[in-house]
């Protein structure tokens, strides 16, 4: 067997690992257009920030590629599949077979159409080169405007801020994050960046970017000019899906693929940012663009290209972001449309905000500010649509922990993996 | 005894287990852990440690049962999927999941993930702690304090006959 991988990141480097470890001899590639080998890219905004330098940057030992007996192509990309013939082409014209391919090539982030974009000055935080350069250019830079207030905008600020750097985000809602969480949440994260001299300008967008060669002023819509010397896009990401559309696999927002991670070739699966999963707390399919899913993708889909029949579930989307000492995880559905289908159960209580979101008796989401420890535990019974209506007045306990969901888990075992509930039922 | 368990320790499959029948939330393996993972592994000189010592386990109760819980060290284990630095990762000798501090930035998203809730936040260092199976001493501080012989360290059938052996 001859498998290859597109994408050397979350996806691209867990499925990699997975196939290696129950095929110990067949031949396994990865190819990454990249410059930089084994990066995780979440850890960029914390090189940003002067917080750790890229020798920190790796998330698997440098020497993996060896140590498991997988050929690695670094800056390298991938231009064109055939099919028929089952191979890849290189930009450079190097024709690679595959038997079983695996698409892992993430996500882009999202531009704006204004005017003046392509000035001096103006980045997306994506890749390594990406955070390299914003740094190189730092120390002549004194105000920054950030647009968009989604998490990788917020990521991007708070990084900046840590700098020492006058920062101010431009958020077109009327809320920051408003893709995580809801208005109560994302107005105690606000006061928290605010408090820490981080500019939150809501319902504005910007008009156009002003100055020479480099940016000096970006003019927004209400007709206010801030002066700033950089900015940086944070405004989301969209699949990379032009290689899988070229040749022809099912797209739609991002690469469809069924239970098994299979596109619509028997010999092509998708994983991580660049495809459309199922999600478990909405019901429907959609990209969940994070880090655990894209492993958890990349490892399912290696098993299922080991033919090992393995269905995923689906993802679940959740996310944990820490600004200034206020950690705040959200999962699933946290502002659900019809309010009346849903039953809320929610506190603030000292600057703490808890918020679970039921339907039927089954949390399919929550937001925690201020107090993250029952998330994982939350996670759980989300994902394995468990029916809480025994532990409801449990749920905003300041002690909610595993031991309050033990009956669950003994009453709905076979709902639980052997993971979740492991030995401690034995003497339940 | 403790040449025996150093033994056990560095074999698969070998872990610590609640007895929830045995365990009368006394707190001692509470103690112990933080002891264990203090400066100076002395509790009169570890209270008064600037940043207090972070234990990694914790007597949680529900209707009259209490368990002592820590990470049950996963085979397939969802905070290392989640570990985004690559910090979380797995002994493959003794399928402990442990843990690098060095490459720990404090993303909370193995807190996020774990589902024993077994993953502690040490907010002064801005890091997570867990349970490392006490890679300093021979023995595990909070089998060896718990007074009632709730916790046990073995393989599941040991703790299995155990229990049904009442
Ligand atoms: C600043 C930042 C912070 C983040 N923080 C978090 C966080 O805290 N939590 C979280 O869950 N997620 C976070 N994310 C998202 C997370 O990084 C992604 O979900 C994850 O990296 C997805 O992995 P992937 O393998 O699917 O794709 P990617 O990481 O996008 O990797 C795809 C790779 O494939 C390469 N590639 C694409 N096309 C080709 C081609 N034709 N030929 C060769 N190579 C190709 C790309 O260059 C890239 O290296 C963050 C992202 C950013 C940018
Ligand atoms: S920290 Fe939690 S998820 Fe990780 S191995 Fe331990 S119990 Fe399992
Ligand atoms: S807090 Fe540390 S150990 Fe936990 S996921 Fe983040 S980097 Fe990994």
């Known amino acids: 067997m001859k498998y290859l991988i597109i994408g050397g990141s979350a996806a691209g480097v867990a499925c990699a690992e997975t196939l290696r470890k129950h095929d110990k001899s067949s031949e396994i590639a990865v190819i990454s257009d990249e410059v930089f080998p084994l990066y995780s890219r979440c850890l960029l905004t914390y090189l940003l920030a002067g917080s750790i330098d890229e020798s920190k940057l790796y998330f698997k030992d440098k020497t993996f590629y060896e140590d498991n007996n997988i050929k690695f192509y670094l800056c390298k990309k991938a231009v064109s599949i055939d099919r028929k013939e089952k191979s890849i082409t290189l930009k450079d014209r190097t024709k690679i077979s595959y038997d079983k391919l695996l698409l892992a090539t993430g996500a882009s982030p999202k531009l704006v159409d204004v005017p003046g974009i392509d000035k001096k000055g103006v980045f997306t935080v994506r890749k390594i080169d990406d955070a390299r350069s914003i740094m190189k250019m730092l120390n002549k830079v004194e105000r920054i405007a950030v647009l968009g207030g989604g998490l990788i905008g917020l990521r991007d600020a708070y990084a900046l801020r840590q700098r020492g750097k006058e920062v101010a985000v431009i958020v077109k809602s009327p809320q920051v994050l408003s893709q995580m969480v809801d208005k109560q949440a994302a107005s105690l994260i606000a006061a928290r960046l605010e408090k820490n001299g981080i500019k939150i300008m809501t319902g504005l967008a910007a008009k156009e970017i002003i100055g020479k060669e480099f940016v000096e002023e970006v003019l927004l819509d209400n007709g206010e000019k801030i002066k700033c010397q950089m900015i940086i896009i944070g405004k989301g990401v969209k699949a990379n899906t032009e290689l899988a559309a070229s040749c022809g696999l099912k797209v739609e927002e991002g690469i469809v693929v069924d239970e098994f991670l299979k596109t619509s070739d028997e010999n092509i699966f998708a994983a991580g940012d660049c495809a459309q999963t199922y999600d478990i707390a909405r019901g429907e399919r959609r990209i969940n663009a994070l880090w655990p899913c894209a492993v958890e993708q990349g490892e399912r889909a290696a098993l299922n290209m080991l033919d090992k029949k393995i269905k995923y579930d689906g993802s679940l989307s959740m996310n944990s972001v820490d600004f200034f000492g206020l950690a705040s995880i959200s999962m699933g559905v946290t502002k659900p449309k019809e309010e009346k289908d849903y039953e809320i159960i929610s506190q603030v209580k000292n600057n703490i905000y808890k918020k679970f979101v039921l339907k039927e008796n089954v949390i399919v989401g929550m937001v925690l500010v201020g107090d993250i420890k029952p998330a994982g535990i939350i996670s759980i019974l989300i994902k394995n649509r ?37 030995d401690t039922i034995i003497t339940y | 005894m403790t040449k025996d368990l150093l033994k056990k320790k560095k074999t698969k499959d070998i872990k610590i287990y609640c007895d929830i029948t045995k365990c009368v939330g006394c707190r001692s393996c ?38 002592s819980l820590h990470c049950q060290h996963c085979e397939d284990a969802p905070c290392i999927k989640a570990c985004m630095s690559g910090a979380l990762s797995k002994d493959e000798k003794t399928g402990a999941t442990l843990q690098d501090k060095d490459k720990c930035v404090g993303c909370w998203m193995c807190v996020m993930s774990c589902p024993f809730g077994a993953i502690v936040q040490d907010v002064e260092n801005h890091i997570a702690v867990k349970c490392d199976l006490c890679p300093d001493r021979e023995d595990f501080a909070c089998v060896a304090a718990c007074p009632t012989g709730a916790l046990f360290v073995g393989t599941k059938e040991e703790f299995e006959k155990k229990v049904k052996k009442k």
């Open chain 2, 30 to 67: 509470e103690i112990a852990c933080a002891v264990e993972h203090s400066k100076s592994k002395d509790i009169f000189s570890a209270i008064k440690e600037k940043a207090l010592p972070k234990k990694r386990v914790k007597a949680e109760n529900i209707n009259n049962k209490i368990i």
């Open chain 1, 386 to 422: 468990i029916d809480v209506s025994s532990i409801k007045h449990l749920l905003l306990d300041d002690n909610f922990d595993y031991a309050k969901i033990m009956p669950l888990v003994a009453k709905y075992k076979d709902k639980f993996k052997l993971e979740e509930c492991k």
